[in-house]
C-alpha cells in the first residue's frame, strides 16, 4: 500500500500536549518525516529518521514511531503551532514518496 | 545562501503544456535528488516526481505520461514539462531537496511555490 492516513484535524488547549498520528504500511520500512505548514507558506520541515528535529526547531516537538504508527508530539502547544502537519515517507516500492493527508491543528 | 526559486506557472487551458523551472543556489542540482510536490487550492500535498543525482526519474501515477521531470546541470536548475493539462492539474507548485543521507528520505530545503492554473 502507499498510502498514508492522518486524523482531518486535532485540537489542544494552550500549553498542554497532543498528538498527531500517521499511519501506513509502508512506516514499517521507513521512519516518517513531518511537515509544518501555516498558510500561504511553505512546509517547513519539523521531524526526520528516528525523533530528529533540524536546527530552529524547538523541543516541544518530538516524533516517536512505533510500527506502522509515527507520531509528532507537541509538549506545550503554543499559539504559533497552530497549523497543518503532514507527514511523509518513502512508499513500499522505496522509489517514490507519499504524504498523509494533512491534520489541522487547533490551539485553543 | 541555500535556496530554490521556482518560476513558469501561470494560466493554461486543458490539454496546454506549461514548463516550470526551479533554480538551485547553494548547493549542486545533478549531486541531489530533487522532487516536484504540489497542492490543490485547500487540498493536501501531492508528491508528483523525483530525479536521482544518478539521473534515474519516478512519477506519481496520477501524472505519469503527461509529465517529465529532468534538469540542466550548466544552469543548476530543475524542471518540470507539463502536458496534457488538466483542470485537476490546478496547484501550487513546489521544487524540494530530498535529502537521502539515510534510507528514510525526507524535505529539508523547499521552494516557495509556482501557482499553475488550468482552465479555459
Known amino acids: 500500500s502507499s498510502e498514508l492516513t492522518q486524523d482531518p484535524a486535532v485540537s489542544v488547549a494552550l500549553g498542554q500536549t497532543v498528538r498527531i498520528t500517521c499511519q501506513g504500511y509502508s512506516l514499517r520500512s521507513y521512519y516518517a518525516s513531518w511537515y509544518q505548514q501555516k498558510p500561504g507558506q511553505a512546509p517547513v520541515l519539523v521531524i526526520y529518521?528516528?525523533?530528529n528535529r533540524p536546527s530552529g526547531i524547538p523541543d516541544r516537538f518530538s516524533g516517536p514511531s512505533s510500527g506502522n504508527t509515527a507520531s509528532l508530539t507537541i509538549t506545550g502547544a503554543q499559539a504559533e503551532d497552530e497549523a497543518d502537519y503532514y507527514c511523509?515517507?518513502?512508499?513500499?516500492?522505496?522509489?517514490?514518496?507519499?504524504f498523509g493527508g494533512g491534520t489541522k491543528l487547533t490551539v485553543l | 545562501e541555500v535556496q530554490l526559486v521556482e518560476s513558469g506557472g501561470g494560466l493554461v487551458q486543458p490539454g496546454g503544456s506549461l514548463r516550470l523551472s526551479c533554480a538551485a543556489s547553494?548547493?549542486?542540482?545533478?549531486?541531489?535528488?530533487l522532487s516536484w510536490v504540489r497542492q490543490a487550492p485547500g487540498k493536501g500535498l501531492e508528491w508528483v516526481s523525483v530525479i536521482y543525482s544518478g539521473g534515474s526519474t519516478y512519477y506519481a501515477d496520477s501524472v505519469k505520461g503527461r509529465f517529465t521531470i529532468s534538469r540542466d546541470s550548466s544552469k543548476n536548475t530543475l524542471y518540470l514539462q507539463m502536458n496534457s493539462l488538466r483542470p485537476e492539474d490546478t496547484a501550487v507548485h513546489y521544487c524540494?531537496?530530498?535529502?537521502?543521507?539515510?534510507?528514510?528520505?525526507?524535505?529539508?530545503?523547499w521552494g516557495r511555490g509556482t501557482l499553475v492554473t488550468v482552465s479555459s
Open positions: 524540494a531537496r530530498v535529502n537521502t543521507a539515510m534510507a528514510s528520505w525526507y524535505f529539508d530545503l
Open positions: 511523509s515517507s518513502r512508499d513500499s516500492s522505496g522509489n517514490r514518496v507519499v
Open positions: 529518521g528516528k525523533n
Open positions: 547553494g548547493f549542486t542540482v545533478s549531486s541531489n535528488y
